[in-house]
């Protein structure tokens, strides 16, 4: 199974600290983010490829924290920086179009795990990964959001009585469940091919799930019910916070 890790944003809302830095070696803690989520998705052994998506500007300094990773020589042969050569905002690619750049370029035929390198977790992902094999299928992970102004910000998913999704929206201005979806998800091996089939046929580029929105309508996609919380670093405020309270995984 690879691991592609989406990093190639540029964090705007988090200025000054991201214009020449990319907000996933924002250090939490003891150490940046990426390690936090890789150190976890490590621990399983399943990944034998972590391939972390970058603009043109941060990749050099991606490639040098790839080069610079101790924990195991093992760990640090199978880092890969993958540079999609776009050199502004309002020239990046959009995450799914980010994916379908690192499955052409690296001719990817295996299982994915996709994940956002700006987010942290209190529980493991291994979970997630136990999840999504035993279904089966394709998989997301949701959990409750009570607060509409954060719903129509995020993807929101329906879902019957066997996780499977019914719906899914990016950005919905109505909400039809309190579902969220964070940008997590396993792409099952036979589910890849399908990714430019996605945007070919008009899904979302911006927005990871714009993708598994469009998928869930072809093939059974199923949504994890989250056992802990995720953190969002999407502003100084919030960064702030996620420095104060984060305490690695406790389940």
């Not at 691991?3 to 988090?14: D, S, V």
């Not at 991606?62 to 999609?84: G, N």
């Not at 959009?94 to 994940?115: C, E, M, N, P, S």
């Not at 499977?164 to 091996?189: G, T, V």
């Amino acid at each position: 199974m690879k691991c592609l890790i989406l990093a190639a944003g540029y964090a705007t809302r988090l200025y000054p600290l991201t214009e020449n830095f990319p907000k996933p070696l924002l250090k939490v803690g003891d150490k940046p983010i990426l390690d936090w989520l890789i150190d976890d998705i490590d621990t399983a052994g399943l990944v034998d490829e972590y391939i972390v998506i970058s603009n043109h500007k941060f990749a050099p300094i991606f490639q040098q924290w790839a080069d610079s990773v101790i924990p195991s020589e093992a760990k640090k042969s199978c880092i890969t920086v993958l540079d999609d050569g776009t050199t502004s905002n309002e020239t990046r690619l959009g995450a799914v179009r980010d994916i379908q750049f690192a499955i052409d370029t690296l001719k990817l035929d295996d299982d994915l795990l996709v994940i956002a390198g700006d987010n942290l977790l209190d529980f493991s992902l291994v979970q997630f990964i136990q999840y999504a094999r035993e279904k089966g299928t394709s998989c997301v992970m949701r959990y409750y959001e009570p607060a509409l102004e954060k719903l129509r910000k995020t993807g929101v998913a329906t879902v019957d009585e066997s996780d499977r999704i019914l719906a899914m929206e990016e950005k919905p201005a109505e909400p039809k469940s309190h579902w969220c979806c964070p940008p997590f998800y396993f792409y099952r091996q036979a589910d890849v091919p399908l990714v430019q089939k996605g945007i070919d046929s008009g899904c979302g580029v911006d927005a990871p799930g714009s993708f598994i929105a469009w998928l869930s309508t072809q093939t059974p996609v199923h949504a994890w019910p989250m056992p802990g919380r995720r953190f969002d670093i999407g502003n100084l405020a919030s960064y702030e916070e996620v420095q104060r309270t984060y305490q690695g995984i406790i389940q």
